[in-house]
């Protein structure tokens, strides 16, 4: 239970660190700024609960692990805790490099709270575990960075804590060891172990999590089901995008990803939903609104105004086109200023997709462009159950018996 | 999707947060008070030092083929240039009754301070790794140090023991007060030990400033001179001030020559023995206390 904890770091304007210094300069005051790297965060995780806590970097997640650690002190509010914990932070706990395996498991699990003969009679199982029982005799320094955290991560597990504090174990290792993870995060929670996870794996949280805390600039946003955190994250992962892609528009400047002879020109484009209400983020299922303005320098007549959605692997994923859905959109004079408007259903995965507007007329082969502006803007689309592939659509799957297979003979063509 | 949530109203004690709070006491839960000298019970802050002084210890002892060795040859050579120094070149110890085995021994309790002060300078960074990632009392880095350089001394005490069986020194019970001279010269050094482990995480010139002061001390302790070279008797007394020499002294008559003043009588009485007494008492208050003062901050400050 966490309850409006604030976690203020002084950075001082330059460091005094020496003697030498003070004494030199002993009435200059060393200023510094306030930095609030964790402001008023308020929680409470019950027994057995799984937590998760994303955040972008800086967010102050680590921060507040560490308070709950016990590692920093908090500036204001209270922390209080039932039971003992165990922490893994930063890549593994401190182990020693010029000792073997077996001191530093030792060493660590009485860091950890063991008394020295509990630590002694799980050895074995946190080496097993590691699967590093041949390499028990050699100095850590010797270790690979993926053996030090597998050893460090079976530490951790075997002290039998009842609450467990990890940060970012799933940023290493390779496949094979997070699923062992994964296994042993399904086993900690069906022990009934609490878990508060810190991490960027959107996926991981909304596999395990029962609950998560989304963190921004030291401030909790959102709390609660993960899957709505999720979708926040994304959000806020992307909201400084849009800023940026604001100002490009704005700027006007002719760059290399714009294309045409200038007959008319894309000034400004956005994104909305089908609310009219300007968006990064739209949800799978919803409406995607494009609307684009045109700004015709000579006469068109009947142009083929479209755009062309690509993934971040820069695939097409989806054109539309006015000569496509065969509407006449009428002429243009120039000076004419008018705005397009492109709307299509979200089904597209959960990711980042750009959006390449373009005016062109129909030449006698293919378009000719007045203008195209590549990449020109973007939006991401967020969802629950991701399949892996480039849309989610709506299906059906039915699985019915059609006959009893009773005789053997049967799958070798024999007829009933 | 909305992002009105942004603000957080003020905190105020809610009547959830508090019964939260009753129920997870009930329940034996406690408050999170952060990291500091000494959190936890006693027993496992005397495991936590016993495991990293002994680990530590016994890297130094097994980490190289004749690790043993090794750790006699330093003062051994040390012992055989000032031996050759101060009989032939500046005679000035010559007259010293025993002086082969007094002053390997100076040279080993000198090394048990050095040992532990030097170490504790850099102990905090040195053990970074377990600071910022581990919860646990603080008090244990200085004194684990502490801890290894005593284990190294029982080793090293051990040489000094056949040296003084060798040069056929008469064994006395009053051999035996080595053991509370002993405790004092630790209380003594545990105390710089937490003052210099804590004032280096604030000032890195501690680090060289240490080196030549511990120097200074070397040369300011009978050990490779009497006592009694010092033909100022004031100047007798301020040297006897300095804990190491109360040891060097009191070894001297109760070890190797009964009829060399004691520690007491070199100082001038038991009044001005509370000089170096109450010195050792004073650092290690102040070593506790401004351990326990920067203790809480030492992991954001690494």
């Known amino acids: ?416 | 999707m909305s992002t009105e949530t942004t603000d957080v109203p003020e905190r105020v004690e809610t009547p959830e947060v508090k019964d939260a709070v009753e129920r997870i006491k009930a329940a034996g839960g406690q408050r999170i008070p952060g990291p500091g000298a000494f959190v936890g019970t006693v027993r496992r802050m005397a495991n936590l030092t016993w495991t990293l002084g002994f680990l530590e210890f016994r890297l130094k002892f097994f980490g190289a083929v004749l690790g043993y060795l090794w750790q006699l040859v330093r003062p051994a050579m040390f012992f055989g240039v000032y031996y050759v120094l101060f009989t032939e070149i500046v005679p000035v110890s010559r007259d010293v009754k025993y002086f082969a085995p007094l002053l390997l021994f100076g040279i080993m309790m000198y090394q048990f301070f050095g040992d532990a002060t030097g170490g504790a300078v850099r102990a905090v960074p040195a053990a970074e790794g377990l600071v910022r990632k581990i919860h646990f009392p603080r008090i244990v880095i200085p004194v684990s140090v502490v801890l290894t350089a005593l284990l190294n001394l029982a080793v090293n005490l051990v040489a000094v023991l056949v040296f003084i069986a060798l040069s056929q020194v008469p064994l006395r019970w009053s051999w035996l007060e080595f053991f509370p001279v002993l405790a004092m010269l630790t209380v003594f050094v545990l105390g710089l030990s937490l003052l210099l482990s804590a004032l280096f995480v604030r000032f890195r010139d501690i680090a060289p400033i240490w080196e030549v002061v511990s120097l200074a001390l070397f040369y300011g302790t009978p050990i490779l001179y009497p006592i009694d070279t010092i033909d100022s008797r004031g100047l007798q007394q301020v040297v006897m001030c300095n804990p190491l020499a109360v040891m060097q002294q009191q070894m001297r008559h109760s070890i190797f020559d009964p009829s060399a003043d004691s520690a007491v009588q070199a100082i001038g009485g038991w009044t001005m023995m509370l000089i170096p007494l109450g010195m050792t008492v004073g650092t290690f208050v102040l070593g506790l206390w401004v351990y326990s003062r920067i203790a809480p901050h030492v992991a954001e400050e690494l």
């Open chain 1, 1 to 416: 239970m966490v309850d409006g904890v604030r976690k203020a770091f002084r950075r001082p304007h330059h460091q005094t660190h020496t003697l030498k210094e003070r004494a030199l300069h002993p009435l200059r005051r060393i200023g510094h700024d306030e930095f609030l790297a964790v402001d008023d965060v308020s929680f409470s995780v019950e027994e057995g609960e799984f937590f998760g806590i994303v955040g972008r970097n800086g967010s102050g997640k680590s921060t507040l692990l560490k308070m709950l650690a016990g590692i920093y002190g908090h500036d204001a509010g209270d922390i209080w805790l039932r039971g003992r914990l165990s922490t893994f932070i930063e890549l593994g706990v401190g182990f020693n490099p010029d000792l073997g395996a077996r001191d530093n498991v030792m060493l660590n699990a009485i860091m950890l709270g063991l008394t020295p003969s509990m630590a002694r009679s799980r050895y074995d199982a946190v080496i097993d575990f590691a699967e590093l029982r041949e390499f028990e005799e050699v100095k850590l320094k010797n270790y690979s960075s993926g053996m030090h955290v597998r050893l460090a991560f079976s530490v951790m597990i075997q002290v039998d804590a009842d609450v467990l504090l990890i940060d970012e174990v799933l940023a290493v290792g390779d496949a094979a060891f997070q699923q062992k993870c994964f296994d042993q995060f399904n086993r900690l929670r069906d022990e009934g172990r609490t878990m508060i996870l810190v991490t960027h794996d959107m996926g991981a949280v909304k596999r395990f999590c029962d609950r998560a805390m989304l963190m921004e600039r030291g401030r909790t946003i959102e709390l609660g089901e993960p899957e709505r955190v999720g979708a926040h994250y994304l959000d806020v992962n992307f909201s400084g995008d849009r800023a940026a892609s604001v100002a490009q528009i704005g700027a006007g400047a002719d760059d290399l990803s714009r294309q045409g002879d200038g007959r008319a020109r894309i000034e400004r484009m956005w994104v909305e939903d089908d609310q009219g209400e300007p968006r990064m983020l739209i949800q799978r299922g919803d409406t995607v609104v494009v609307r684009f303005e045109i700004s015709f320098a000579e006469d068109m007549a009947e142009p083929s105004v479209g755009l062309v959605v690509e993934d971040d692997h820069h695939r097409p994923v989806f054109a539309g086109n006015s000569i496509w859905v065969a509407r006449p959109v009428g002429n243009f004079k120039a000076g004419d200023l008018v705005e397009a408007t492109v709307s299509f259903e979200n089904v597209l995965a959960s990711g980042r997709y750009t959006v390449t507007p373009y005016v062109a007329s129909r030449g006698s082969a293919d378009l000719e462009f007045a203008d195209r502006r590549k990449d020109f803007g973007s939006f991401v689309s967020a969802g629950p159950n991701d399949t892996g592939a480039i849309t989610v659509l709506d299906h059906d799957v039915v699985v019915r018996t059609v006959g009893t297979d009773s005789s053997p003979n049967l799958r070798t063509g024999a007829t009933s």
